[in-house]
């Protein structure tokens, strides 16, 4: 990324056009409209399940009231074979609930009214009382069969035996209750003391002991309502070709399996046999209490009319509202967008997320400003570098063609040396390009690195004496490892000749191997001038040198540093260096031992 100096924003310059609808503000409004449109259609949605909900509820009160109201009309009817009686009944259920309740015949005759001046009745009855013919929706105890079970007709017992069934229910329960079955004892609509309860498992067990099976046993009275039953339903059966059965005191057929016709012809044989003993069917009319219909709940033109009133304003509202906010949330992006059209930091501290992306933008135009100018130092670098040796040539190829120098074998020698320097330096360069393209590639093989220290040592050793430096090696134990035999003596080599160059006279060059069980270690220390703690985490940068001058009294390029580093990286391994002013350097060189010998050609990652 190249910062051009002449790419600075003019004040009249053009703006660049793009879609509308690809407008931040746009968009913005476009999905707050829809969330306010949502939550606009949400608060409506549930206003109006809540008014439904209250509705509900009323009419759950006034239906409460109704089936209160025809609950106990039924149970009148059961137990009653008139409604001569059914006036205070009435009057009372009209303070319950504050309906007025009127009951007719089912030709509209009145039989009883809770009270108040003649009315005129709906045309459609709130409900028809018959004990014998019930809505199991408003009675579920009705059962299928459609008949209240507090209709006991010729079943219902007289004193005594009620009495005599009464003692039997307590002596029975007294008798489970010492052996730890608690119960209680109630009266059946028809009189028959009952138990209930009771575990039916641990109750069977018991039977026998506590009495049970003397309270089963039916009452006189029982015994003829049942036979007559029996008769009717037999008779029932015979007529549609089915076979005669026996009913218990519970109606449940006795000895044999049941079968389809019973049902049918139990429930109208009981309907017989009840119909002198309740209450002729009556038609009853609940009214509100001054004998007008009850309400009904209804949504008025006017308050529909102020409910989209009030929909609408709060929608303008929204809107409204929406667009302020849109704007107001572009407005740092727009600066945002100037500052990267100018080329300059944007001037955003809000703590959001445009906050962050600003941060961001800011953090990415330093670290190109700061990589512009390593950009512009590098180039001028290999610019020195590369002047030096090509200077060298073209003043003594000059001298040479001007006579002042004879073109001998000292002349060639010396344009050969620079030459190489050159070669050198284009070498460095062209595997640093390798490397930062991630094209830097690998042949490993099996190499000893103690045998490859030793080949170096001996090609750094004419460079060594002449430096008057002592270079050896130090190898402990045995250092196999895979990897590539020439970029890893060129590591070495650079490390061996950056140590001899900064070792003075009469001081040490020495090549350390030591292996542990997944790692070669190369050290290569020397007792030179040192490099300063400041100066330590540049050692590696390219073109770096610690003195700052452009002399070449230490001779290097400063690339062999930067080399090493991306060759030990590309075999996956770690270079580090200690060192102390006056006293020396050590360069430590960690590789590891994977396995890859089945690899003929392996790219580096870097």
């Not at 670098?381 to 073209?394: K, S, Y």
């Not at 040592?457 to 004496?465: I, K, Q, S």
């Not at 890893?488 to 061996?496: H, P």
Request: net charge neutral; aromatic share 4%; hydrophobic share 40%.
């Amino acid at each position: 990324m190249t910062r051009s100096p002449g790419r600075s924003a003019q004040p009249g310059a053009q703006q660049p056009s793009f879609p509308r609808r690809r407008s931040l503000v746009v968009r913005l409004t476009g999905v707050s409209l829809l969330i306010a449109l949502a939550s606009i259609a949400a608060t409506a949605w549930l206003a109006v399940q809540t008014t439904t909900r209250a509705i509900q509820q009323e009419q759950g009160q006034a239906l409460s009231g109704d089936a209160t109201i025809y609950t106990e009309l039924l149970g009148f009817a059961a137990a009653n074979h008139t409604w001569d009686q059914v006036g205070p009944r009435l009057r009372a259920l009209s303070e319950q609930t504050g309906r007025r309740v009127v009951l007719t015949t089912l030709d509209r005759r009145v039989l009883g009214d809770s009270g108040g001046a003649p009315v005129t009745l709906p045309v459609k009855a709130t409900a028809s009382v018959d004990p014998l013919h019930v809505d199991p929706v408003l009675l579920p105890e009705a059962g299928t069969s459609g008949i209240d079970p507090r209709a006991a007709g010729p079943f219902r017992l007289p004193p005594a035996e009620h009495e005599e069934t009464t003692a039997l229910a307590t002596k029975a329960a007294a008798c489970l209750a010492s052996v730890g079955l608690p119960s209680q004892v109630r009266d059946s609509p028809s009189g028959r003391a009952q138990l209930t309860g009771l575990d039916p498992l641990s109750a069977r067990y018991f039977a026998g002991k506590c009495g049970l099976f003397d309270l089963a046993v039916p009452t006189p009275t029982e015994q003829v309502a049942l036979a007559a039953l029996n008769e009717a339903v037999n008779r029932c059966l015979e007529s549609q070709g089915a076979e005669s059965v026996k009913l218990g005191l519970d109606l449940e057929v006795l000895g044999v399996p049941e079968q389809r016709p019973i049902q049918g012809c139990l429930d109208a044989a009981r309907r017989e046999q009840l119909t002198p003993y309740v209450a002729p069917p009556a038609l009853l009319f609940t009214l509100g209490p001054g004998g007008s219909p009850l309400p009904t709940f209804t949504l008025s033109r006017e308050n529909l009319t102020r409910i989209l009133a009030v929909t609408g304003g709060v929608l303008v509202l929204a809107v409204a509202l929406t667009a302020l906010v849109a704007r107001r949330l572009s407005r740092p992006l727009r600066a945002l967008t100037e500052a990267a059209k100018q080329d300059r930091p944007a001037p955003v501290k809000s703590r959001d997320e445009v906050g962050y992306l600003a941060a961001a933008f800011n953090d990415l135009t330093a670290r190109r400003e700061r990589i512009e100018e390593q950009r512009k130092a590098m180039v001028s670098d290999i610019a020195h570098e590369l002047r030096n040796p090509l200077n060298v040539i073209r003043g003594r190829l000059e001298a040479a063609e001007d006579g002042h120098l004879p073109f001998d074998r000292a002349l060639t020698a010396s344009l050969l040396e620079e030459t190489v320097l050159l070669q050198h330096i284009v070498d460095d360069l062209q595997d640093l390009a390798a490397a930062d393209a991630g094209q830097l590639r690998l042949h490993p093989e099996a190499v000893d690195a103690a045998e490859l220290a030793g080949h170096v040592a001996a090609a750094h050793a004419d460079r060594a004496a002449a430096a008057g430096v002592t270079l050896t090696v130090e190898a402990l134990g045995e250092a196999a490892l895979t990897a590539d035999p020439v970029r890893l003596r060129q590591v070495v080599g650079n490390l061996v000749t950056n140590a001899i160059r900064h070792t003075p006279p009469g001081g040490r060059v020495t090549i350390r191997i030591s292996s542990t069980v997944d790692a070669v270690t190369l050290a290569v220390a020397d007792t030179g001038t040192g490099i300063a703690a400041e100066d330590r985490p540049h050692v590696f940068d390219r073109f770096w040198r610690a003195e700052k001058s452009r002399n070449r009294q230490t001779g290097g390029s400063g690339l062999g540093l930067a080399i090493v580093r991306h060759l030990v990286a590309a075999h996956g391994g770690t270079v580090d260096v200690e060192s102390e002013v006056d006293v020396g350097s050590t360069f430590t060189v960690r590789l590891p031992k994977p396995d890859l010998s089945g690899a003929d050609e392996v790219p580096a990652s870097l």
